[in-house]
């Protein structure tokens, strides 16, 4: 139905910035939800922000809020994560995803049927 690519992961050092973009296409109108996951070596994906067509955004992991911002630009159809003060721990692969034909937001990874393959980002102390 659609698809995503991310763009934007490297390799920085404690304390610097990244912003990731992802880039939907096939879309004639927003989708109702776009989220970013992310999957460190060994553990399981997680959700980590989704925001509405209408820009209601949700932070789920305590350890990124207030240094991580979700955004939607719907006429580029893109989506984009601003990482502030970025930890070792933020080390990751990161996901964009997005529900078209569905309403809302989830951090249930069922929830959307479009998925980007990924972005690296690796943060060192």
């Known amino acids: 139905q659609v698809q995503l690519v991310e763009s934007g992961g490297d390799s920085v050092q404690a304390g610097g910035s990244l912003r990731l973009s992802c880039t939907a296409s096939e879309y004639t109108d927003p989708s109702p939800c776009m989220a970013w996951f992310r999957q460190a070596p060994g553990k399981e994906r997680e959700a980590v922000a989704s925001?509405?067509?209408?820009?209601?955004?949700?932070i789920f992991i305590d350890s990124v809020r207030g240094r991580f911002t979700i955004s939607r630009d719907n006429v580029e159809n893109t989506l984009y994560l601003q990482m502030n003060s970025l930890k070792p721990e933020d080390t990751a692969t990161y996901y964009c995803?997005?529900?078209?034909?569905?309403?809302?937001?989830?951090?249930?990874?069922?929830?959307?049927?479009?998925w980007g393959q990924g972005t690296q980002v690796t943060v060192s102390s």
């Open positions: 995803a997005a529900s078209p034909g569905l309403p809302g937001c989830s951090r249930r990874q069922d929830w959307y049927a479009a």
């Open positions: 925001i509405t067509a209408r820009g209601f955004d949700t």
